[in-house]
């Protein structure tokens, strides 16, 4: 680690095979926590190459417990948080509206670390169990819709890194990492990400997959589309920046889509907005984002997304998948 260490304050980067391996070092707990918050943080100060990047990607794939969903043609709507920005759970919300929509959901998601309330901290709080065993999955994804892949059931390698990012409590590249790491592998992925940078590394590394995929970031930081200002995509075949007019939706002010200021408060938040009593301003950020992860899956245009997405929360479609789902859980 020392070397790897004294190559990086040099300046220098490492290579795929070099990034994997240092990664595959740390996670079978190989070095000392001093050493692993000294690498964290050396990608606190300087950008992550997509080389990086893929090799950090390669371990965490090799190591993580597979899934194979291949069959569902399965979507997975994940950001990478770290935007600071704290608002409700619209991606996790966002996953059950697509789901009610009749896209299989793959969710891939973990407890909060840079932020107060992660997708798994909400719908544990809700009744929601985690599990990676093979046919509890594919029935919950059968039967809701949507399942459920708790990041620390299929990555077991990562508990020697856990603490240290929970001591931290910032984002590290591993927020970069969380939706490239999906253990199903899903052909379909909507990722929020906390900077224009980001956008790009993912889209260099997700034009060599298979996948159909969109990148959002909207411009004023959110790993998501906020309405609150413009938001970038890029997807396959295309690369454009949207105003909150495009999607015939008006923009909104940043407190309007605040989460709570605990899990509990997080929980009612998340439904009531499932339950069709969220505000205005609630229901068309989710909508917009569910709209596009639809659309993204689909090969549909992205009004015609939010469409569908607005009849699965009205008819109760998106409340009765996440209802299914508790049921299955018990």
């Known amino acids: 680690m020392k070397d790897i260490l004294n190559k990086l304050f040099a300046h220098k980067t490492l290579n795929r095979e ?11 707990g190989t070095h000392n926590h001093s050493h692993v918050t000294s690498f964290l943080t050396v990608y606190m100060i300087r950008n ?10 390669d371990a965490l794939i090799e190591l993580c417990i597979s899934i194979d969903l291949k069959k569902y043609n399965t979507i997975d709507l994940c950001g990478t948080g770290g935007d600071n920005k704290d608002t409700f759970n619209i991606s996790t919300l966002s ?31 809700l009744g929601i169990r985690f599990s990676n065993d ?25 508990k020697h890194v856990a ?10 590249f591993f927020n970069m990492l969380g939706p490239l790491v999906n253990p199903s592998t ?20 997700f034009q060599k997959s298979n996948k159909n995929f969109s990148i959002i970031h909207s411009l004023d930081g959110y790993d998501e589309v906020s309405l609150t200002g413009n938001v970038k995509i890029i997807s396959n075949n295309s690369e454009k920046i949207f ?18 200021n605990s899990i509990s408060e997080s929980a009612k938040i998340f439904m009531n907005i499932l339950n069709n009593k969220g ?3 609630q229901n068309n950020v989710v909508l917009v984002n569910s709209g596009i992860a639809i659309s993204t899956a689909q090969n549909i245009s992205i009004r015609d997304g939010i469409e569908k997405a607005r009849e699965s929360l009205k008819s109760g479609k998106a409340l009765n998948a996440f209802k299914t789902l508790k049921k299955l859980s018990k």
């Open 134 to 158: 093979q046919s509890f999955i594919e029935n919950c994804i059968e039967k809701s819709g949507i399942c459920i892949l708790h990041a620390p059931l299929f990555h077991p390698a990562m």
């Open 48 to 57: 992550i190459t997509v080389e990086e990047l893929e090799g950090f990607r």
């Open 186 to 205: 899903p052909n379909n992925q909507m990722v929020g990400v906390y900077s224009l940078e980001l956008a790009r590394l993912y889209s260099y590394v």
């Open 243 to 260: 105003e909150p007019s495009d999607f015939d939706l008006n923009i909104l002010k940043p407190k309007s889509i605040v989460g709570g």
């Open 279 to 281: 505000s205005s301003s």
């Open 163 to 172: 603490p240290i990012r929970r001591e931290l409590g910032l984002k590290t």
């Open 95 to 125: 996953a059950f509206i697509t789901a009610g929509a009749g896209i299989k959901v793959a969710k891939h998601g973990n407890y909060g670390v840079s932020s107060s309330c992660g997708s798994s901290n909400v719908l544990e709080n």
């Open 18 to 28: 070099e990034a994997k391996n240092i990664l595959l070092e740390i996670s079978s």
